[in-house]
């Protein structure tokens, strides 16, 4: 069956070319010379062009313009209340660091540190004196309660007496006499504990004396050193040689305050001995009644004595004493302290008013509010620096392009003739909205950005308008088309492609454009073939390929 079917297609293509013949023989030999030639030009009507597809390294670039700005400025202020002795600046002026610009004349402030220099001195004195009479109160004070308990003891014992006297007039002699010997006894063992506390008390002495002496040789000794350094005039070492009298005169006064109350102490106990001792009784022969009775007057009128004497020592012991207090002594120390530092504030700020303000860093002064003779204060603003080693090119992105642009991509930066290097280092994360061209209707939307200058030089100028073309994306060894290749229509990109002799569109996903050529993400291959241009060809025409080119060229 197949083989009829043949048979009769054949008959039927037989049927329409036999006529075809005929009209051929009837134009004659002229027709068959042009046959060739119509041949051949029809071939070349249905012949393309091709190129192969290879892979290849696209960059998307984004060109902008923007303003070249300093990426650090430093407003300076005046370090010290002075007046300006050199301004060495003006506006635009291009500087390098280390640069000396402002110069200040301190004859006041210096003025201010010596008055200061002699407040500190005069706290320190007045702390001293005070110091000194405080220990002096508390040293009185301990005094009076150790000669109060010492009086305490012979109020006691000349109470016994008289109530031995006492007892011994109303009593027999044997009775007299044993109350006088149970009143040596008692005497006795308060004299020998007062002996074994005098002899501790000597030895204590003998130290505080022996460290007295020491603190006043060595007293002396810095009061020489002090002397040499005041005549010499060297303000280091009438610093250093004053601090040092200080801590001597202190070190002094502390041994010397030890010294007295140990003293006092022995001396105290030689008293109550020296008492106790009187108060005793030989007890030998008869003792009558009216020998007894005239010891008893005199027992009491002693009594009477030591009681008033007690009465005032605790007064003195118990009473309110002109000694600090420790709240007192920190409100002294602190104000001293704030006086120091104030005179300390003082010297460092000449030294920093002596240095003057030089420039920190290599730029080019923007805005100055100082001029040489002026009286400035600590605290005023002089001028302004700013750097043209951190440059940076402020640009505005559209809306069209920002979504391409990101932090660290490289960017070519163009003005005043010369061609810088530069990165993406910030992108604004806030729109702004405004007008468009001269459409006062229409606005648009644009993102800042900062592009950095990565190899500034002296050729910098700040202010000026910036060319910048931003490398935004980029794709290495992808399949690429050249852009005049890849068409746009209703249902997304395509392509030309050959298919069994038919011109077929082929559809396809980009991906990193540039002006050249654009990234083939989905629908290509490396080494396939496809028609850059069909001519006048469309979809479904019969098409001969011709030449073949890259896709690269």
């Known amino acids: 069956m197949k083989k009829n079917k043949n048979n009769k297609s054949s008959k039927k293509v037989l049927k329409i070319v036999v006529p075809i013949v005929l009209v051929v023989m009837v134009v004659g030999v002229i027709v068959v010379k042009n046959v060739a030639s119509a041949g051949e030009a029809m071939a070349q009507a249905m012949a393309v062009e091709t190129m192969t597809v290879e892979k290849g390294d696209v960059t998307q670039t984004v060109e902008t313009s923007g303003t070249v700005v300093s990426g650090q400025q430093k407003i300076f202020f005046s370090p010290v209340n002075a007046t300006v002795e050199t301004a060495d600046l003006q506006v635009g002026d291009l500087v390098k660091a280390g640069d000396k610009l402002i110069a200040f004349n301190l004859e006041d402030l210096e003025e201010q540190n010596q008055k200061a220099e002699l407040t500190v001195q005069a706290n320190s004195l007045g702390y001293q004196d005070t110091v000194n009479k405080s220990v002096e109160a508390a040293k009185k004070q301990e005094e009076a309660k150790n000669e109060a308990a010492a009086l305490q003891q012979q109020v006691d014992a000349k109470k016994q007496e008289v109530a031995n006297l006492t007892s011994a007039i109303a009593g027999d002699a044997q009775a007299q006499a044993a109350a006088l010997q149970e009143t040596n006894n008692s005497i006795n063992a308060q004299i020998a504990v007062l002996q074994q506390q005098q002899s501790e008390a000597a030895a204590t002495l003998e130290q505080s004396k022996s460290a007295y002496e020491a603190a006043q040789t060595a007293q002396q ?168 080693d951190d440059v940076n090119v402020d640009v505005t992105l559209s809306k069209n392009v920002y979504e391409k642009v990101k932090e660290g991509q490289k960017a070519t930066i163009t003005f005043a003739g010369q061609t810088y290097e530069g990165t993406v280092t910030r992108i604004s994360r806030i729109a702004t909205s405004g007008m468009s061209g001269s459409n006062q209707a229409a606005t648009s939307t644009t993102i800042t950005a900062t592009v950095h200058i990565d190899n500034p030089d002296d050729n910098i100028f700040l202010g000026v308008e910036a060319k910048v073309s931003i490398q935004a994306a980029e794709a290495k060894n992808v399949v690429i088309l050249p852009t005049e290749a890849v068409n746009i229509g209703k249902d997304g990109s395509f392509c030309w492609v050959c298919e069994d002799g038919v011109l077929v569109k082929r559809s396809i996903e980009t991906g990193v454009t540039s002006d050249d ?29 011709g030449n073949v080119n890259t896709a690269a060229e």
């Open 221 to 388: 000794n810095a009061q020489v050193n002090f002397d040499a350094a005041t005549a010499g005039g060297n303000a280091s070492d009438i610093a250093s040689t004053s601090e040092a009298l200080k801590a001597a005169n202190a070190a002094l006064n502390t041994a010397k305050n030890d010294y007295d109350t140990q003293k006092s102490q022995v001396d105290s106990i030689n008293v109550q001995i020296a008492s106790l001792q009187a108060a005793m009784s030989s007890g030998s022969g008869e003792i009558g009644n009216t020998d007894l009775q005239q010891r008893l007057a005199t027992a009491q009128s002693e009594l009477a004595d030591l009681q008033a004497q007690l009465e005032t020592k605790k007064a003195i012991a118990e009473g309110d004493t002109a000694a600090l207090s420790k709240e007192a002594k920190a409100q002294m120390q602190t104000n001293n302290n704030l006086a120091e530092l104030e005179q300390k504030s003082l010297a460092e700020l000449i030294e920093e008013g002596k240095k003057g303000i030089s420039a920190e860093f290599n730029g080019v002064i923007s805005d100055s509010q100082v001029v040489e003779g002026a009286m400035v204060s600590q605290g005023m603003q002089l001028f302004t620096l700013q750097s043209i």
């Open 517 to 545: 050529c654009i990234e083939i993400t989905k629908g290509l291959k490396a080494g396939e073939e496809i028609i850059a241009d069909p001519g006048n060809h469309e979809e479904g025409d019969a098409i001969v390929v």
